[in-house]
C-alpha cells in the first residue's frame, strides 16, 4: 500500500490537469468536466485522510467518508442543474464556445 | 511496491491528460470514464468500498451518460466546431497548475503519519462487543470484523445515521439533518432543471427561442 503522500500527490496532479483544462479549454461542457474532475481529486485526497487517519480503535475515520458521500450526492445535483442551463444557453446562442458568450463581459 | 496502486495512478492520471486534449467532446467524455474508474479503483484500495462502489455508479455511471447524452443531444462532435484557445490563454493555463504542483511536492514531505498500516481488524471486533446481547447474536459489524473482513458499508451507515448506546466505538456527530438538507437540495435540483427545460411559449415572433 502506498503512502500518503503518494495518494496526496495523485490527487493533486489531478486536481493541476482540471484547473488546466478548465483555464485552456473553449467548449464549455469540457470545462464543465474538468470541474468535476476537480472535484473527484479532493475526494480522494477525503479518503487518503480518512484511511491513514485511524481512530482509537484502528479503523478509518469514517466521518471523511460521509463527507465524500455528501459531495458525490452535490455534485449529482450540480451536473444536472449546470447541463440544463448549458442546454438552455445553446438554445439561446447556438454556440458552446466560451469565446462567444461575452455578454457579460467576463 | 505497490504495483496497483501505480497502475490505477496512471490509468486515472492518462485519462485525465486524455480528458483535457481530445478535440472530440465524445472522446473526451469516454476518457473521463476512464479516469473515473481508475480513481474508484483508487478508493477501494483504500479500503473505502463503499465509496469507491458510489463513484462508479455516480460518476461514472450515471453523470457521464448524461454528459454523452447532452453531447450527442447539442450534436457537438464535429470536429470541425474546434477551435485551439490563443497561445497565451495555453501557456497561462499550464504555469498556473504547474506551479500548483510544485507547491504541492514542496508542501508534501513535511506532511506526517503517511505510513501504511495494515487495519487491526480483530483487535477493533472488541469496541462492537455488546454485553447485552448473546454471544451469537451479536451485531453485523462485530462478526465481520472478527472474521477479518472490513464492513465498510455498515460503518459508513453508522456513521451516518449515528448510534444509541455506548457499545459502538465509533465517534460520529451523526448526519442526519445534513441528509435531510441534502434531499431537499435534490427536489431543488430537480425543480430547477425543470424550470430552466420548459420552452417558453408565449414568445410572440418566435425569434430565435424555439
Known amino acids: 500500500?502506498?503512502?500518503?503522500?503518494?495518494?496526496?500527490?495523485?490527487?493533486?496532479l489531478l486536481f493541476a490537469i482540471g484547473l488546466a483544462g478548465v483555464l485552456i479549454r473553449r467548449n464549455i461542457i469540457v470545462i464543465f468536466m474538468c470541474l468535476e474532475l476537480m472535484l473527484s481529486a479532493?475526494?480522494?485526497?477525503?479518503?487518503?485522510?480518512?484511511?491513514?487517519?485511524?481512530?482509537?480503535?484502528?479503523?478509518?475515520?469514517?466521518n471523511g467518508q460521509v463527507l465524500v458521500f455528501f459531495i458525490i450526492t452535490v455534485a449529482a445535483a450540480e451536473v444536472a442543474v449546470g447541463l440544463a442551463i448549458i442546454v438552455a444557453l445553446y438554445r439561446a446562442r447556438q454556440t458552446v464556445d466560451v469565446k462567444d458568450l461575452t455578454s457579460m463581459r467576463g | 511496491m505497490p504495483v496497483f496502486f501505480y497502475a490505477f495512478a496512471a490509468i486515472s492520471i492518462v485519462g485525465a491528460i486524455a480528458l483535457v486534449c481530445f478535440r472530440n467532446p465524445v472522446s473526451s467524455a469516454i476518457s473521463m470514464?476512464?479516469?473515473?474508474?481508475?480513481?474508484?479503483?483508487?478508493f477501494i484500495g483504500l479500503n473505502a468500498y463503499f465509496v469507491g462502489i458510489i463513484q462508479i455508479l455516480v460518476?461514472?455511471?450515471?453523470?457521464?451518460?448524461l454528459f454523452l447524452f447532452i453531447i450527442m443531444l447539442l450534436d457537438l462532435k464535429?470536429?470541425?466546431?474546434?477551435?485551439?484557445?490563443?497561445?497565451?490563454?495555453?501557456?497561462?493555463?499550464?504555469?498556473?497548475?504547474f506551479t500548483f504542483v510544485i507547491q504541492l511536492s514542496a508542501v508534501l514531505p513535511e506532511v506526517r503519519g503517511g505510513n501504511p498500516q495494515a487495519l487491526p481488524l480483530e483487535e477493533a471486533a472488541k469496541g462492537f462487543y455488546d454485553?447485552?446481547?448473546?454471544?451469537?447474536?451479536?451485531?453485523?459489524?462485530?462478526n465481520s470484523l472478527r472474521q477479518k473482513?472490513?464492513?465498510?458499508v455498515n460503518l459508513v451507515g453508522l456513521t451516518l445515521f449515528g448510534h444509541k448506546g455506548d457499545n459502538a466505538s465509533i465517534r460520529t456527530p451523526g448526519y442526519n439533518f445534513p441528509l435531510q438538507i441534502?434531499?431537499?437540495?435534490?427536489?431543488?435540483a430537480t425543480v430547477g432543471v425543470v424550470a430552466l427545460s420548459l420552452k417558453k411559449k408565449k414568445s410572440k415572433s418566435g425569434g430565435s427561442e424555439s
Not at chain 1, 477525503?46 to 479503523?59: I, K, M, P, Q, Y
Not at chain 2, 454485553?131 to 462485530?142: C, G, L, T
Not at chain 2, 473482513?149 to 465498510?152: E, K, M, T
Open chain 2, 131 to 142: 454485553k447485552d446481547r448473546d454471544p451469537d447474536k451479536q451485531s453485523e459489524i462485530y
Open chain 1, 1 to 12: 500500500m502506498a503512502s500518503l503522500q503518494e495518494y496526496l500527490f495523485i490527487s493533486g
Open chain 2, 182 to 188: 441534502t434531499g431537499v437540495l435534490l427536489l431543488v
Open chain 2, 33 to 42: 470514464v476512464g479516469s473515473f474508474v481508475g480513481l474508484a479503483a483508487l
Open chain 2, 149 to 152: 473482513s472490513l464492513p465498510d
Open chain 2, 78 to 97: 464535429a470536429p470541425s466546431t474546434f477551435k485551439r484557445s490563443s497561445p497565451m490563454v495555453i501557456v497561462g493555463g499550464l504555469i498556473i497548475p
Open chain 2, 59 to 65: 460518476y461514472a455511471g450515471a453523470i457521464m451518460v
Open chain 1, 42 to 62: 479532493a475526494n480522494l485526497t477525503l479518503v487518503a485522510f480518512s484511511r491513514f487517519n485511524t481512530g482509537e480503535n484502528g479503523l478509518p475515520d469514517y
